[in-house]
């Protein structure tokens, strides 16, 4: 059994064939799904998503730093809004993000520490996307550091390093199709990672692994992240897919 632990299934990439693509993954072993959330104009179709997996599919709730902009304090009000009325399985995918926009990083910043603290508040795990802010995210992360601060680095692309600072902070590490890419660079140091700090992802239709890069990613690619792994970790596919599963249930408490 493989866990992708991020993919943005209700994407409209998938509108023309959802049914026949699941079912790709089914048949490739994947069977556990965890929906990370953008904003409010995906609330629907991620319930939509779920009412027709229900088996399958696991939802998270959370403001994405790209969608932080002038009304964001609406935003942060809908998330918190539907914590209130349901169980979610993490908050996310929250987090800074600067590689497309600086304007609202104060923003950003107080949004994703709103968001930890709800977390905290639920007793769940937050799963961070950061892009061209490893600074900026551990500056919030150490301000919040406790027992009750856990989750994952959603598609970690830094240094061993700022790995091992990630992983200081209860973080597991969501590796996917970068591990993949000949410039990629996580590749030459996940073997000093324990294989216990990482879990597996997607994020498809984003960031397909080789020799997809460039085209539609979907979870049945998640299996060449494990053939990946298992030349890194010198581990076998079953024992990559079983321990890496384990790590998500560590996480998600499911």
């Not at 939509?48 to 935003?75: A, C, I, R, W």
């Not at 919040?144 to 700022?162: V, Y």
């Not at 993949?180 to 960031?207: A, C, M, R, W």
């Amino acid at each position: 059994m493989i866990t992708d632990t991020h993919t943005h299934l209700y994407s409209s990439q998938f509108d023309e064939d959802r049914n026949e693509m699941m079912q790709r993954a089914k048949e490739a072993g994947i069977s556990r799904f965890f929906i990370p959330a953008i904003d409010s104009s995906y609330t629907q179709r991620m319930f939509d998503l779920e009412k027709n997996y229900p088996d399958d599919v696991f939802l998270m709730m959370g403001l994405h730093p790209t969608s932080v902009k002038e009304n964001y304090q609406e935003e942060l009000a809908h998330v918190r809004e539907w914590l209130d009325k349901r169980n979610f399985y993490a908050i996310g995918e929250i987090g800074i993000d600067l590689y497309w926009d600086k304007t609202f990083l104060p923003q950003q910043q107080e949004a994703f520490r709103t968001q930890i603290q709800w977390a905290k508040e639920k007793k769940l795990p937050i799963v961070i996307h950061c892009r061209d802010a490893f600074d900026e995210i551990f500056e919030v992360l150490e301000t919040e550091k406790g027992d009750d601060l856990f989750g994952i680095f959603h598609c970690f692309t830094g240094t061993l390093e700022q790995a091992e600072k990630a992983i200081s902070y209860n973080m597991k590490l969501g590796i996917g199709g970068v591990a993949t890419f000949k410039n990629g660079k996580i590749d030459k140091f996940l073997n000093q990672i324990d294989i216990k700090h990482i879990v597996l992802e997607t994020d498809s239709p984003y960031l397909a692994p080789t020799p997809y890069r460039g085209k539609r990613n979907e979870s049945s690619y998640i299996t060449n992240v494990v053939d990946k792994l298992v030349d890194i970790y010198g581990l076998t596919f079953q024992e990559i897919s079983e321990i890496t599963t384990q790590n998500s249930k560590d996480v998600f408490g499911v």
